[in-house]
């Protein structure tokens, strides 16, 4: 994925305001981050969404899990998760507009050009704002690091985690751990496992 920070300071209301062509870009600390996804990105993005979707499906009142939107965390950042999912109780209605509120788990996929923002800026705002939890992927590596408050009212993550498989094997989310992808790495077949996100039960 290729980066580019465009230099001019805007607000999250001016940035939500563009009306141009369908744009893959965050706003950070008021900076437009301008990026464009890779085939890697994208084939390990599908492989998360068919693991998470998958275990959706396997259950009841699962929640849903979401493609890059719009959520906007305050005045100057507006992110769009490579992957999110909400909890059953708090799926908005389908024909709701963006920003969309806070999920209750956010994934991002490592590329060497927007790793430092993951990494940085918007894992603090994220913790800042109380996203329950977040999952850091490093397709490179075959690591996922886990990001999560032990309980709701937890002002920071307070619990981290990093894990890495050698052998694919997608389990369901309400298993002890789970593969977060088929593979995470294609060549090497690593998978994720991860605790399962705030409020998921067997």
Do not use: C
Not at 178 to 202: D, E, F, I, K, Y
């Amino acid at each position: 994925m290729n980066a580019m920070q465009v230099a001019q300071r805007i607000t999250a209301d001016e940035y939500l305001a563009y009306d141009g062509e369908e744009r893959r870009t965050w706003l950070v600390d008021g900076q437009i981050v301008v990026n464009q996804p890779s085939f890697r990105h994208q084939a390990l993005h599908g492989r998360l969404f068919a693991a998470l979707q998958g275990w959706i499906e396997a259950g009841d009142a699962r929640g849903f899990v979401v493609s890059p939107l719009d959520v906007q965390l305050d005045d100057h950042n507006v992110y769009a998760p490579d992957l999110f999912w909400y909890q059953a109780s708090r799926v908005p209605a389908f024909d709701a507009r963006g920003p969309y509120p806070l999920p209750d788990l956010a994934l991002e996929i490592r590329s060497p050009s927007t790793w430092r923002y993951d990494v940085g800026t918007k894992k603090r705002v994220y913790e800042r704002d109380g996203l329950p939890e977040l999952w850091l992927v490093d397709g490179e590596s075959g690591v996922v690091l886990v990001f999560r408050r032990s309980t709701p009212s937890a002002p920071v993550f307070d619990v981290e985690r990093a894990g890495v498989r050698r052998r694919a094997r997608a389990r369901r989310l309400g298993d002890a751990h789970l593969a977060a992808a088929a593979r995470l790495r294609a060549r090497r077949r690593r998978a994720v496992r991860a605790q399962p996100p705030p409020g998921v039960t067997r």
